[in-house]
């Protein structure tokens, strides 16, 4: 902790202490001894001229923040003319009564100056505006105010991001932040330096946001120094464990945290267990900041629920202080005085390494104790981040939540209990019970193979609550096409799939099903299969130009098959050149090959075809032969084309075709 504010709050106990006889215990006082700071925000017309509003200021808290009198709209009425009156009327309040003051707010999106919004001032004006505001303002209080909140809100809603429809992020850019800090450093090197938000006290995308910005300016070497949690929370509030891991990862940046501007608003009208809700909301505020090395004070906006912001913004809320509007205590304030009170019996801390493992129609969490625990209270919701309801109070660390419905997801927190009192919620857990089974899952679900070769599929067996073995076995596959699993039957979690296709296997698409049964269930998972015809199919093709001359040529086709062909074409189309005409065709096959030619006056096309009925034995180089007559000119045969298409027993026509 600075040695200056060690002075401060020493300085506070001693002025408390000269009103311990008027009210016991007041809050400053065991605040100051715990080394908090305990604050409120005041606003001006009562504190000029409501003795009650004034002495109950005066005696419980050791820190003030002004709740306008501070702001830019308050203090500079035009461009070259500041309004101290009231700024130092409340610092003179403050000193008078030992009281630490937290300067808020420097730069802010709202409660802006007509002047300044409605001027047209360029990029460097408005940079010198912002920097002789500060100057001035700070310069004014240097040394006597101990945070600041420069800069306050500039995040935004939703998304993560810089607010863009900022003034001063309109008007300078993003850089206005780090130009604010810089000049703050300068007006007042002993304050803390903030950074004030909403919103951004737990774990989210707002926080990360926040974090990520702190992160990155103090990596610039801009003089961050704190962050500020402003807590406006609705009723029922309650700190958890993801409040601790976010005050822990700022921490690891270096900077003190302080819950600025807290109150927690209540459903209008209230009643007694709301009050008690409420308690527990600022009981765990201020046992918070006194178990987390980097939390500062504790600071409520306003304090009693006469002069509250709540019900003129959020309509239908109110009572959301301390004080109610006749200047009694309420719960919350015993609540803080109980957890400030040295010596007291504290509440555990709460659970760690909270976990949650979904079975079928149930969910078994465990954690880790915290020291100091006696049981515990397991709460569930369906919504994350609660509201939470206590479905069972435990003394070991481990319950199975059971009679939940398959295919809903349950969020849940655990709280620690004592005698004095529940700790915070953990860190939330989430879990989604299905019913027990499997499923399967083929990738790919889409396999090719071709004759003669083979291919693999994964099949994966998805299991929930499922142990038993799983047997697989293929169905649906063409004639031909064999399947072998491996492993089969398997209590893992996947198998691998081999489809092998013989050189005859049939030809084209076909859906095989893969069939999972175990432990009474059975599952299947489809995968579309085709079988092809290998490189050649079966058939090898060449071709060949026997004769070349002025006056005569030859091509021909040769055919290899190492399978029967049911079916069997071969054409030869010829380009008619000069001279060229048909003069012949045969074939080495025989009978069982019908053969003719027709001729255009562009081509001329020669035709072989397997009788319909026959079947063509297995064969070598069979020969299909085109013969033209020339009339003294070389024909050119590179345009000349053959195509042939065949059929194997059982299977589909394949095609292949080129070039002379």
């Known amino acids: 902790m600075p040695h200056n504010i060690r002075r401060l709050l020493a300085a506070c106990l001693s002025a408390a202490a000269v009103s311990a006889a008027a009210t016991a215990a007041p809050l400053r006082d065991s605040a100051s001894a715990r080394g908090l700071f305990i604050g409120a925000a005041a606003t001006m017309g009562p504190l000029r001229n409501e003795p009650i509003y004034v002495e109950t200021l005066r005696r419980e808290f050791n820190m003030v923040v002004a709740?306008?009198?501070?702001?830019?709209?308050?203090?500079?009425?035009?461009?070259t003319t500041y309004n101290f009156t009231d700024a130092d009327a409340l610092m003179a309040f403050a000193e008078q009564n030992g009281m630490a003051v937290r300067g808020h707010t420097l730069v802010w999106h709202s409660q802006l100056p007509g002047w300044l919004t409605a001027g047209n001032f360029t990029r460097d004006q408005t940079i010198a505006i912002m920097r002789d505001h500060i100057r001035t303002v700070m310069g004014r209080y240097a040394g006597r105010i101990v945070h600041w909140d420069v800069v306050n809100e500039a995040v935004a809603d939703g998304t993560g991001q810089l607010r863009t429809n900022s003034f001063w992020h309109q008007r300078i850019g993003p850089e206005y932040i780090a130009l604010a800090f810089q000049f703050a450093r300068e007006a007042d090197p002993t304050a803390v330096l903030y950074y004030n938000d909403y919103e951004a006290e737990g774990l989210g995308q707002k926080s990360d946001a926040v974090f990520n910005l702190v992160s990155?300016?103090?990596?610039?070497?801009?003089?961050?120094?704190?962050?500020g949690w402003q807590m406006h929370k609705i009723n029922p509030f309650r700190i958890q464990g993801q409040h601790v891991t976010n005050a822990q990862r700022l921490a690891s940046l270096g900077v003190e945290i302080s819950i600025?501007?807290?109150?927690?608003?209540?459903?209008?009208?209230?009643?007694?267990t709301e009050l008690q809700q409420q308690a527990l909301a600022f009981g765990d505020a201020v046992r918070f900041c006194l178990e987390q090395?980097?939390?500062?004070?504790l600071t409520t906006w306003g304090f009693t629920d006469k002069y509250s912001w709540v019900p003129s913004v959020f309509g239908g809320f109110g009572d959301a202080l301390i004080y109610n509007a006749s200047y009694q205590p309420k719960p919350a304030y015993t609540a803080l005085q109980s957890v400030l009170e040295e010596g007291s019996p504290q509440p555990p801390l709460p659970p760690t390494g909270l976990t949650a493992t979904a079975g079928s129609g149930q969910v078994a969490l465990a954690w880790a104790a915290p020291s100091g625990a006696a049981s515990y209270n397991v709460k569930r919701s369906t919504t994350s981040g609660g509201p939470y309801a206590t479905v069972a109070s435990v003394t070991g660390t481990s319950f199975t939540n059971t009679g939940l419905t398959n295919g809903t997801t349950y969020f849940f927190v655990v709280s620690a209990v004592n005698g004095a009192g529940e700790s915070?919620?953990?860190?939330q857990v989430n879990a989604t019970p299905q019913a027990s089974g499997f499923t399967l899952q083929a990738n790919p679900a889409s396999v090719s193979v071709s004759r003669g070769g083979s291919a693999t599929s994964t099949i994966g067996i998805v299991r929930t609550s499922f142990t038993s073995s799983v047997?697989?076995?293929?169905?649906g596959l063409p004639a031909g096409v064999t399947a072998a699993f491996n492993p089969s039957p398997t209590t893992g979690n996947s198998s691998v799939l081999t489809l092998t296709a013989s050189a005859t296997a049939t030809l084209g698409p076909a859906t095989v099903t893969v069939t999972g049964t175990g432990g009474g269930l059975t599952r299947t998972t489809p995968i579309?299969?085709?079988?092809?015809?290998p490189p050649g199919g079966n058939v090898t093709v060449t071709r060949a130009v026997t004769s070349n001359s002025p006056w005569f040529t030859e091509e021909q086709v040769r055919i290899t098959n190492t399978v029967s062909l049911t079916a069997l074409s071969v054409t030869i189309v010829v380009q008619r050149t000069t001279g060229v005409s048909a003069s012949g065709q045969y074939n080495t096959v025989g009978g069982q090959i019908q053969q003719g030619n027709t001729s255009t006056a562009s081509t001329i096309t020669y035709q072989f075809a397997l009788a319909p009925g026959q079947t063509l034995g297995?064969?070598?180089n069979r020969t299909f032969a085109a013969q033209m007559g020339g009339t003294g000119t070389v024909h050119p045969t590179s345009g000349d084309t053959w195509t042939v298409t065949y059929t194997a027993a059982g299977g589909q026509p394949v095609t292949q075709s080129g070039t002379f």
């Open 293 to 297: 090395p980097n939390c500062t004070s």
């Open 67 to 79: 709740e306008n009198a501070f702001k830019m709209d308050a203090l500079r009425p035009s461009a």
């Open 471 to 475: 047997t697989l076995s293929a169905s």
């Open 216 to 227: 990155s300016l103090r990596g610039q070497g801009v003089p961050v120094d704190g962050v």
């Open 618 to 620: 297995t064969g070598t």
């Open 260 to 272: 600025t501007e807290m109150d927690v608003r209540i459903a209008l009208p209230t009643d007694a």
């Open 424 to 427: 915070m919620n953990s860190t």
């Open 528 to 533: 579309a299969l085709t079988v092809t015809a």
